[in-house]
């Protein structure tokens, strides 16, 4: 039997890791560690961190090397692909280091239930026969350290918010009855697609690490520096995790 224990580690301050997540991380026999290539090699090195700054060697700590998604379209026949692969490092890994069981944990950035596939990952293992518990400990989400970072509240008052991604954004446009709407994974700035007046943007990179960047202001003043701003991070450090929050009225 393996117990997967899924650590939510917010977003790149180690201040974020709650003391469950440590507890989590203490208790496991085995974490593993995603290598993502030298562009994100930040990535992996906070994650190292966190593991000798909490863990005691009597936990094994195991670096893999993280299989890509492709590129080439359709998208989301090529996301099931890579979660396969995935699955497949991970159970390579487990017959390695765990074949007789035991606790296994993966640090997960923010929260594994936002945006993150490493449970429907993790199902694909006891699809495949694998004798397996699921404990997730929950984390700080991007959402979350957005709103701090700025200081807003999430929504407007009794108002419902739309968290969406950059692809379906420019795909179907401001999202129907949402006055504010929260775009991850957006590496095509798909706010440029939408008609800028009456709209306020709140947005940011790295938050909670030594780099974050944040801008906001009115759309249609702002959009263009943040496009700009947004590139050249990503040229300084080769990969760039972003998100933001738009609102169409004062709330």
């Known amino acids: 039997m393996i117990d997967l224990h899924l650590i939510g580690i917010g977003t790149g301050n180690p201040d974020h890791l709650t003391m469950a997540a440590i507890r989590a991380m203490r208790g496991a026999d085995l974490i593993l560690l995603p ?3 030298d562009a994100k090699s930040d990535l992996i090195d906070l994650r190292r961190s966190l593991c000798a700054a909490n863990v005691s060697e009597a936990t094994r700590v195991v670096e893999f090397d993280l299989p890509t998604r492709s590129p080439t379209p359709p998208y989301i026949e090529a996301v099931h692909d890579w979660h396969d692969a995935i699955a497949a490092a991970w159970a390579e890994q487990i017959a390695v280091h765990l074949p007789g069981g035991g606790a296994l944990a993966l640090l997960v950035w923010g929260d594994p ?21 699921l404990h997730v400990v929950p984390g700080i989400t991007s959402v979350q350290a957005l709103t701090a970072a700025h200081a ?20 179907g446009g401001w999202p129907e009855g949402a006055d504010t709407v929260v775009v991850m994974l957006d590496g095509g700035c798909a706010f440029g697609s ?3 007046e009456g709209v306020h943007i709140w947005w940011g990179a790295y938050l909670g690490m030594a780099q ?10 702002v959009a263009a520096a943040i496009v700009e701003t947004r590139a050249a991070l990503r040229a ?16």
């Open 236 to 251: 300084r450090h080769g990969w760039i995790m972003d998100v933001y929050l738009m609102r169409r009225r004062d709330g």
């Open 35 to 37: 290598r993502k290539g």
């Open 212 to 221: 974050e960047a944040l801008v906001e202001g009115p759309l249609g003043d």
């Open 194 to 196: 939408l008609p800028a």
């Open 152 to 171: 807003i509240p999430l929504n407007s008052l009794a108002a419902p918010v739309v968290i969406t991604t950059g692809r379906r954004l420019r795909e």
């Open 113 to 133: 239930s936002l945006y993150d596939s490493t449970l429907r990952i993790a199902e694909r293992l006891r699809a495949d026969g694998m004798a397996l518990r």
